[in-house]
């Protein structure tokens, strides 16, 4: 079943604005990790955040973790047309030796110039 | 560049035809998934292969199959597909040994969306 539920479902902003979309799941994780997936693309990674992190950041993106509410976020600043895409969380639970992902619903994100 | 290929990316078969998605990966990773993805849904994964280990997921239907020759290669069968089997078809990898380095990130591919008629 799919652990991951992310919030809101879709986000409408306009160029230069911030972007933030939430994730949260059931049980304790190794890690957790946020994937882009532009319209009829496969998913590309952006950032993994371990258990032990509580905050990250590659570029304009920032990822945080709070494990005591199980929840996530990742913040897009400043941002631009091409950010438009579906994105998705998941988790890699701490009883895994493998790597199986549980993907939260996603949040489709459209950026107007 | 290393990277993970699906072929065909379209795909379009009959009801009850039986169809071969494949993907292909020169990253040389010990894992191998494949994923079905409707539209505005997250990637439910079908099965996954640790090197030749299969492992399917309880809830994939017995119509979808898989091979994996080598390490190289995977392929999805779907022996006969129905209208409810109309999908993107996602294909990644991961390597476990790169663990405690990467944290079992997973590189997709391109995806191949099958359409049946």
């Known amino acids: 079943s799919q652990q991951g539920e992310e919030d809101p479902q879709a986000l409408s902003i306009q160029e230069g604005e911030n972007a933030t979309m939430n994730c949260s799941y059931k049980t304790s994780i190794n890690n957790l990790q946020w994937y882009r997936q532009n319209s009829g693309r496969g998913l590309v990674h952006l950032i993994l955040?371990?258990?032990?992190?509580r905050e990250k950041h590659s570029g304009r993106l920032r990822v945080t973790l709070d494990t005591s509410k199980k929840s996530s976020s990742l913040l897009i600043t400043a941002s631009r047309a091409a950010d438009t895409a579906s994105y998705f969380c998941a988790t890699v639970e701490t009883t895994d030796s493998w790597g199986k992902f549980q993907f939260g619903a996603g949040t489709q994100v459209v950026v107007t110039p | 560049d290393a990277m993970v290929i699906q072929n065909p990316r379209y795909q379009v078969t009959q009801f009850g035809k039986p169809v071969t998605l494949s993907c292909s990966q020169t990253?040389?990773?010990?894992?191998m998934y494949w994923y079905q993805q409707k539209s505005s849904q997250a990637p439910k994964l079908l099965f996954h292969y640790y090197d030749k280990d299969f492992n399917n997921e309880a809830d994939t239907p017995d119509n979808f199959q898989s091979r994996r020759p080598n390490t190289s290669f995977c392929f999805l069968d779907i022996r006969s597909p129905g209208l409810g089997d109309a999908a993107m078809y996602l294909c990644a990898t991961s390597s476990p040994t790169l663990k405690y380095l990467v944290g079992n990130e997973q590189f997709f591919g391109p995806g191949t969306r099958l359409t049946v008629l």
């Open positions: 990253l040389n990773h010990n894992v």
């Open positions: 955040i371990r258990s032990n992190e």
